[in-house]
């Protein structure tokens, strides 16, 4: 059974920090690109960063760039987003997704997903 858990969420000032955790089991982690969304009530989820199974090859929002930065540990099958400098429209559920087949934004390609994490920024 696969199994994507979500941790580090929390609340935060703006101009702050945080360090989210995906930690994947019942998979060959090595083998699956990983991303970020994150959805707001009301909205539909969007995209924020994709790293590619070789740990090098990443890819962000516009809205995140500079500021996020996607990282992976295969041997600990755990990935990770250092989201610095946030701001109150950062705010949202964060959801991480594993895809073995696509490197990318569309989260209609990922095929599993952790159950998310709040992420709120006070102004």
């Known amino acids: 059974q696969v199994q994507l858990v979500e941790s580090g969420g929390g609340l935060v000032q703006a101009g702050g920090s945080l360090r989210l955790s995906c930690t994947a089991s019942?998979?060959?982690?090595?083998?699956?690109?990983m991303g970020w969304f994150r959805q707001v009530p009301g909205k539909e989820r969007e995209f924020v960063a994709a790293?590619?199974?070789?740990?090098?090859?990443?890819y962000y929002a516009d809205s995140v760039k500079g500021r996020f930065t996607i990282h992976r540990d295969n041997a600990k099958n755990t990935m990770y987003l250092q989201m610095n400098n946030l701001n109150p429209a950062d705010t949202a559920v964060y959801y991480c997704?594993?895809?073995?087949?696509?490197?990318?934004?569309?989260?209609?390609?990922?095929?599993?997903w952790g159950q998310g994490t709040q992420v709120t920024v006070s102004s």
């Open positions: 997704a594993a895809d073995s087949r696509q490197f990318g934004r569309n989260s209609a390609g990922y095929e599993y």
């Open positions: 790293i590619h199974r070789n740990a090098f090859n990443t």
């Open positions: 019942g998979l060959t982690f090595s083998s699956y690109a």
